[in-house]
């Protein structure tokens, strides 16, 4: 069975400071993994997925994920937080079944960002 | 490009009244899931269509249904409602045959408030 935990329901960095996101996964299959931003009363944008390929992702606005199969994990990093990075991330699996993708998400993480 | 298209935005509606979301996904796309998110929750996922027909169910109520049209629009139908349905509505869509990564794009969500 599918599970995503995400180990910090609230992260809080100074402006400049580097973002750590943490994410393990559990999975039968060999999943695909996704990180998704929501800015508050907004949708969900797609920052960065994995889909089997380099182990190291790079997605949008300067954040990067790695792929560790040993550790089960897919935490998401950026070397500086900028103010409008504050927003709550969720960390997402998708297995491909027979007939359609079956997507769990991680309970989210509060990134707050200090000036 | 094209992105997923949900209507109404904000609905608001009396307890024990009937509710009914629209969503209207990527052209070429022929999977639409349906997630409720509650105030401070993590997307719940409710339920998906495949081709017309439902591939996974989450935790939908018994009091919602829902169905995927032949142009692949899907509308989520809510009745008798109860104040804990209140809650922003996403609706997303894929390409199964197409894509073999999951990937799922997010409309901006419906905002259902129940009084």
């Known amino acids: 069975a599918q599970s995503v935990t995400q180990l910090d329901s609230h992260v809080s960095v100074s402006e400049g400071t580097p973002v750590l996101l943490r994410c393990n996964y559990s999975?039968?299959?060999?999943?695909?993994l996704f990180w998704y931003v929501q800015h508050p009363n907004k949708g969900l944008q797609l920052l960065l997925k994995?889909?089997?390929?380099?182990?190291l992702v790079k997605g949008i606005n300067g954040f990067e994920a790695e792929f560790k199969k040993s550790e089960t994990s897919f935490h998401l990093t950026k070397p500086s937080a900028h103010m409008s990075d504050a927003a709550e991330y969720f960390c997402?699996?998708?297995?491909?079944?027979?007939?359609?993708?079956?997507?769990?998400f991680g309970p989210g993480t509060s990134l707050s960002v200090i000036p | 490009a094209a992105g997923v298209i949900q209507s109404p935005r904000h609905l608001i509606k009396e307890k024990r009244e009937t509710a009914t979301l629209k969503c209207y996904p990527i052209?070429?796309?022929?999977?639409v899931y349906w997630y409720q998110q509650g105030p401070g929750q993590d997307p719940q996922f409710l339920i998906s269509?495949?081709?017309?027909?439902?591939?996974d169910k989450g935790s939908i109520p018994d009091r919602f249904s829902a169905q995927q049209f032949s142009d692949y629009h899907s509308e989520l139908n809510m009745s008798s409602l109860e104040l804990g349905d209140s809650a922003l509505y996403f609706c997303?869509?894929?390409?199964?045959?197409?894509?073999?990564?999951?990937?799922?794009?997010f409309g901006e969500g419906s905002r259902l408030t129940v009084l």
């Open positions: 997303a869509s894929s390409s199964f045959t197409g894509s073999v990564t999951g990937e799922l794009f």
């Open positions: 052209p070429r796309h022929d999977t």
């Open positions: 999975s039968s299959y060999s999943p695909s």
């Open positions: 994995y889909t089997s390929a380099a182990t």
């Open positions: 997402v699996v998708s297995d491909r079944e027979t007939s359609y993708d079956k997507v769990i």
């Open positions: 269509f495949y081709e017309k027909m439902q591939s």
